[in-house]
């Protein structure tokens, strides 16, 4: 039983936008006479958890009412959409699966910038550092087919994002939520922005705490989780057509596992992003964007802080592990307009270093001393890519969406040795030691739409081909464990190669949305 299934949810509140005169209004509207007040009609409000957008894409808006409760991670939400399923790791932070597919397979991005988790055993998967109701738009493309937004999405792609705010004159906006549940559930979320049409400021923060559950039998199942996040947007608009905006974040957290040999006791988070957006450009040429960000995790796993150590386990004493990446990607895409055609064509570009460092004194000492326990970086992996993608209406109801990807993916080992559990043990030399491995890798994909005359209904065929650079965990958490006749793991894993058909029906009116 988990804890999400015994919570009692209140349900959210929300603060109207506030504008300056203290009259209630929307974004940007001026103050109105108490005519023009009496004559103002709100327009309705339509509430849907799930939209299928076009055929393998789905929208979905994280502020909205869902059930059963706010989600704690990504992953929480996902699985309300058809298709994900997760990997639970305990009362948070699970792993999300898109058709029977996880990790590297499915990209996962927030505000257009990857944030990479650290863990060889995935405990801190990049789902756990997102707070879905801090983002406005959700945006799904299922299986391969899609190249402009990175490598390797065999599984697809999935984007958490904050819109831009816009304010016709001087005027906030306030979003709030609390929710209270059994088993100590208390989540606190606030989002409001301030600005006018030269600019805004936008800040985000959330918390979600939640305590151990009892089974049937009485016995208290570790599952306890407590989390925050924090972000600030700071955006300049001199136009309707032009978009400068930078962020910065900082989360952490901490959590307890019932089926973990070690407890997640730091989940820290450290971003910052800028964009540039330029849009209406006049010409063929419609729109240019930039986005740079870095995003930095920080997760420290042990099996005494937030319980006791087993003295029959193998872990029978204190033992602490601590794991960072630094992951800095940037990107560049234009956007071209025909008669008939819209073509994407950009680049992209990631660097991503992890580093560890283990102790089994942990509680003899301050352990994260550099002095006495030193960072050791074990890999550096980078990716470039360009892509184009292109969307041709056809003649009556038809379009045909294709795209093209290569990849230059490489990969270093820096580890000199491999060790036991924790250190211990004699070190066996890495014969990879120093090496480092590339390859150039295509993707691609074309689908054939058309609409049905005399219905809001869509058919639809298409066929991707992605191949996908080998991961982190892959190449370095498998150590030794390489397949027959490798030296290890970093030698003989190969690019992993997926080719998969979609084909579907999709029907969309007013009252009803139905997909196969």
């Not at 944030?115 to 959700?138: F, K, Q, V």
């Not at 006791?265 to 964007?289: A, H, I, P």
């Not at 150590?309 to 602490?320: F, L, R, T």
Request: proline share 6%; hydrophobic share 35%; charged share 20%.
């Amino acid at each position: 039983m988990s804890t999400r299934s015994l919570l009692i949810s209140a349900a959210p509140f929300r603060l109207a936008p506030l504008c300056v005169g203290l009259l209630l209004a929307g974004q940007g509207h001026a103050a109105q006479t108490p005519e023009q007040t009496a004559e103002l009609q709100l327009p309705p409000l339509v509430i849907t958890a799930v939209q299928q957008r076009s055929p393998l894409t789905v929208v979905a808006y994280p502020k909205e009412p869902r059930q059963p409760v706010p989600a704690s991670d990504a992953a929480d939400y996902l699985k309300s959409i058809p298709g994900f399923s997760a990997v639970r790791s305990g009362g948070s932070n699970s792993d999300p699966v898109l058709r029977g597919m996880f990790g590297s397979r499915l990209l996962l991005l927030t505000d257009g910038g990857q944030m990479l988790g650290a863990c060889p055993g995935r405990m801190d998967a990049p789902s756990s550092y997102i707070s879905p109701e801090t983002y406005d738009l959700l945006t799904v493309t299922k299986g391969p087919q899609s190249v402009i937004w990175g490598p390797g999405a065999s599984a697809g792609v999935v984007r958490f994002d904050r819109e831009p705010e816009r304010f016709g004159e001087l005027g906030a906006r306030l979003h709030a939520s609390v929710l209270a549940g059994s088993n100590g559930r208390f989540d606190q979320t606030l989002d409001g922005a301030v600005g006018s049409e030269q600019g805004y400021l936008r800040v985000t923060g959330n918390r979600s705490h939640s305590d151990d559950y009892d089974n049937g039998n009485g016995d208290t199942i570790p599952s306890r989780w407590d989390k925050w996040n924090g972000d600030v947007a700071l955006g300049w608009t001199p136009d309707a057509d032009t978009l400068i905006e930078l962020t910065a974040g900082r989360g952490d957290g901490e959590a307890r596992y019932g089926g973990r040999g070690m407890d997640g006791t730091q989940f820290k988070r450290e971003s910052l992003g800028l964009r540039v957006e330029r849009s209406n450009l006049g010409g063929v040429l419609d729109k240019v964007e930039a986005k740079v960000y870095y995003n930095y995790a920080d997760h420290i796993m042990d099996n005494f802080r937030l319980r006791m150590p087993d003295p029959a386990s193998m872990m029978s004493g204190p033992m602490a592990a601590q794991v960072d990446r630094r992951t800095l990607g940037a990107r560049l895409a234009a956007t071209w307009q025909w008669q008939d055609v819209e073509l994407v064509t950009g680049v992209d570009a990631q660097r991503s270093e992890h580093r560890q460092r283990s102790s089994t004194l942990s509680m003899m000492g301050d352990y994260t001393d550099a002095d006495h326990f030193a960072w050791d970086k074990d890999a550096l992996m980078h990716n470039y890519g360009i892509f184009a993608e292109s969307t041709w209406q056809l003649a009556g109801r038809n379009r045909l969406v294709s795209g093209a990807r290569l990849d230059r993916a490489s990969a270093k080992d820096f580890r000199p040795s491999f060790s036991s559990m924790m250190g211990m043990g004699m070190p066996t030399p890495n014969p990879t030691a120093g090496e480092t491995r590339a390859d150039t890798l295509p993707s691609g994909f074309v689908r054939y739409e058309h609409d049905l005359t005399g219905s809001p209904t869509t058919v639809y065929a298409g066929i991707g081909h992605v191949q996908r650079f080998p991961d982190y965990w892959e190449l370095f958490s498998a150590g030794l464990n390489g397949p027959a006749g490798s030296d290890n793991a970093f030698d003989g894993i190969k690019p992993e190669k997926t080719t998969q058909l979609d084909v579907g029906i999709q029907y969309r009116d007013k009252a009803l949305q139905a997909w196969a």
